[in-house]
């Protein structure tokens, strides 16, 4: 009777696995095939297009700002992914590592701030960007995914710093290692797992954004790929479908590379940085 049981639970354990991949999977199907399908129209009568056709990839490159979007996106989540991650690291081993005057205060505040989404802040931010003269630069969106991008990912780099034994750091110090050295030297190489989920974490974030983009950027040059897609298909009276569709496809190349090339020590960081808060 149990081993009926378990097999039952097994059984159904799958089934629910298989239905989430499928709903997962279909509408990215949908968007790869429709990018490829003649025609400007997502409609199609069956799944598969009758004919396969590249022309709106060439079309992409050829009547659109396309690359210089491209361009754009991946300069600002490359610096943001960059001064975000360096940020988290300080933040992270600080709270983790050191008893200071305000610490559960500042980890209760970021806990608070995580319950609410960070287009709440839109106006307070549009304002703040607006009395720095930051408005319309890839500066201002850096700044901004830099900063909350610790806000989002305090709790599981710190689990991780939590969870490498504090022997290590004594060690150092009594051979004279400087606060500094340890945490570049010693921290930072155990850190890999983790390091490499928060990048991709935030990368991923600003790669796709489109709320914030479209708030601070103003002119078509300084636009993003989700702004310049979502101003493309608008301005064409929302009939170029399917160009949408292959702008997408390209969209997700970059961030679906990253995470196939660093899937083990992204798993790796989720499940370390969770163990421990």
Same mark, same amino acid.
């Given at each position: 009777?149990?081993?009926?049981?378990?097999?039952?639970?097994?059984?159904?354990s799958?089934?629910?696995?298989?239905?989430?991949t499928?709903?997962?999977?279909y509408?990215a199907?949908?968007?790869?095939?429709s990018?490829?399908?003649e025609?400007?129209?997502?409609?199609?009568? =069956?799944?598969?297009p009758?004919?396969?056709?590249l022309?709106?990839?060439?079309?992409?490159?050829?009547?659109?700002k396309?690359p210089?979007?491209?361009?754009?996106?991946?300069?600002?989540?490359?610096?943001s992914?960059?001064?975000g991650?360096?940020?988290?690291l300080?933040?992270?081993?600080?709270?983790?590592r050191?008893?200071?005057?305000?610490?559960?205060f500042?980890?209760n505040?970021?806990?608070v701030l995580?319950?609410f989404?960070g287009f709440?802040?839109?106006?307070a931010?549009?304002v703040?960007?607006n009395?720095?003269g930051?408005?319309n630069?890839h500066?201002?969106l850096?700044l901004?995914y830099?900063?909350?991008?610790?806000?989002?990912?305090?709790?599981v780099?710190?689990?991780?710093?939590?969870t490498?034994?504090s022997?290590?750091?004594e060690a150092?110090?009594?051979?004279?290692?400087?606060?500094?050295?340890?945490?570049?030297?010693?921290m930072?190489p155990l850190?890999?797992p983790m390091l =490499?989920y928060?990048?991709?974490?935030i990368f991923?974030?600003?790669?796709?954004?489109?709320?914030?983009a479209d708030?601070?950027?103003?002119?078509?040059d300084?636009?993003?790929?989700?702004v310049?897609?979502?101003?493309?298909?608008?301005?064409?009276n929302?009939?170029?479908?399917?160009l949408?569709?292959?702008?997408a496809v390209l969209v997700?190349?970059p961030v679906?590379?990253l995470f196939?090339?660093?899937q083990?020590?992204l798993?790796d960081?989720?499940t370390?940085?969770?163990?421990?808060?």
């Amino acid at each position: 009777m149990n081993g009926s049981n378990a097999r039952l639970k097994l059984s159904l354990s799958y089934a629910i696995l298989i239905i989430l991949t499928i709903v997962s999977l279909y509408p990215a199907l949908w968007i790869v095939l429709s990018s490829l399908k003649e025609g400007n129209s997502l409609y199609s009568e =069956t799944l598969f297009p009758r004919q396969f056709t590249l022309d709106h990839y060439r079309e992409l490159f050829r009547a659109t700002k396309y690359p210089l979007w491209f361009m754009n996106t991946l300069k600002i989540a490359t610096l943001s992914t960059v001064l975000g991650t360096f940020l988290l690291l300080l933040t992270s081993y600080a709270v983790s590592r050191f008893r200071f005057a305000g610490r559960r205060f500042s980890l209760n505040t970021l806990l608070v701030l995580q319950m609410f989404p960070g287009f709440m802040a839109m106006i307070a931010v549009y304002v703040v960007l607006n009395t720095m003269g930051l408005l319309n630069s890839h500066l201002a969106l850096v700044l901004v995914y830099s900063s909350g991008a610790i806000v989002t990912n305090v709790f599981v780099a710190k689990g991780f710093f939590d969870t490498i034994p504090s022997g290590l750091e004594e060690a150092a110090r009594i051979d004279g290692a400087s606060h500094l050295t340890v945490f570049f030297r010693i921290m930072i190489p155990l850190a890999k797992p983790m390091l =490499t989920y928060a990048s991709l974490m935030i990368f991923n974030g600003c790669f796709v954004d489109f709320i914030f983009a479209d708030l601070v950027l103003r002119s078509e040059d300084q636009r993003t790929l989700a702004v310049g897609l979502y101003k493309m298909v608008n301005q064409r009276n929302s009939t170029e479908f399917t160009l949408f569709a292959s702008g997408a496809v390209l969209v997700a190349l970059p961030v679906m590379t990253l995470f196939l090339v660093l899937q083990r020590n992204l798993v790796d960081g989720l499940t370390a940085g969770a163990s421990k808060g």
